[in-house]
């Protein structure tokens, strides 16, 4: 194990505006609150049938973000901007902090988190972000979802996205071809600068046992 819906259905089309909105609707709601740090830069709504993570590791995920965020504030607070996302154990730290010292504590912070199993330390030393370049990430998130959706041989609920900056992370449990068609899918979505891969790549064996029918019938 390594890490690293054009449609022409009419449901579809019709819910596809949908996925855009409640994207952004979701994101505004965050970063109206004021706080500088957000766990997984979402708000949290449950767990996902058709996440390809058991319910008991989207809860440890959840409680990663929840544990690691309050950290954050005790420790760093509001001189600095920090996200936490959590996929299968795996964190990811983004955001701006202004002192190496400050992102070093950072990751040791997430480290000593309980069931956190790795780090990916991303954040950059300098000024916080601003509120429109958070929004114009918000955005990109945005199309970049929408765009996972318009892909048939993709399922949206496979992959988080997270966006700093104009730098787009995909986490996820993927097999490689998927791994393959989400980076080729997410590089051609307007305002993204880069992309980073922080994936699981598992074989299209495992991927058919973990799947829903629905799923798997693509």
């Known amino acids: 194990m390594k890490n690293q819906l054009q449609t022409t259905n009419p449901l579809f089309a019709a819910i596809r505006p949908l996925v855009l909105g409640t994207a952004l609707?979701?994101?505004?709601?965050?970063?109206?609150?004021?706080?500088?740090?957000?766990?997984?830069?979402?708000?949290?709504?449950?767990?996902?049938?058709?996440?390809?993570?058991?319910?008991?590791?989207?809860?440890?995920?959840?409680?990663?973000?929840?544990?690691?965020?309050?950290?954050?504030?005790?420790?760093?607070g509001e001189r600095a901007h920090i996200n936490i996302t959590s996929y299968n154990r795996q964190a990811l730290i983004t955001g701006e902090v202004p002192t190496a010292q400050d992102k070093a504590l950072a990751e040791q912070m997430v480290k000593g988190v309980d069931n956190v199993s790795t780090v990916l330390n991303?954040?950059?030393?300098?000024?916080n972000t601003s509120f429109t370049?958070?929004?114009?990430?918000?955005?990109?998130?945005?199309?970049?979802?929408?765009?996972?959706?318009?892909?048939?041989?993709?399922?949206?609920n496979a992959f988080k996205i997270v966006t700093e900056r104009g730098v787009v992370y995909v986490m996820g449990r993927v097999t490689a071809r998927e791994a393959k068609r989400v980076t080729d899918v997410v590089t051609a979505t307007p305002s993204v600068k880069k992309?980073?891969?922080?994936?699981?790549?598992?074989?299209?064996?495992?991927?058919?046992?973990?799947?829903?029918?629905?799923?798997?019938?693509?």
């Open 25 to 76: 609707m979701g994101s505004v709601l965050s970063l109206s609150g004021c706080f500088p740090l957000a766990a997984g830069g979402a708000i949290m709504t449950g767990f996902v049938a058709a996440d390809r993570r058991s319910s008991g590791t989207q809860l440890e995920d959840q409680n990663i973000e929840i544990k690691a965020a309050n950290q954050m504030r005790i420790h760093i």
């Open 122 to 127: 991303e954040l950059a030393v300098m000024s």
């Open 133 to 156: 370049e958070r929004s114009n990430d918000t955005i990109t998130s945005g199309r970049v979802k929408a765009a996972i959706f318009d892909a048939k041989d993709l399922t949206t």
């Open 195 to 218: 992309v980073v891969r922080v994936l699981e790549v598992i074989t299209e064996e495992e991927l058919a046992r973990i799947s829903p029918p629905a799923e798997t019938q693509k």
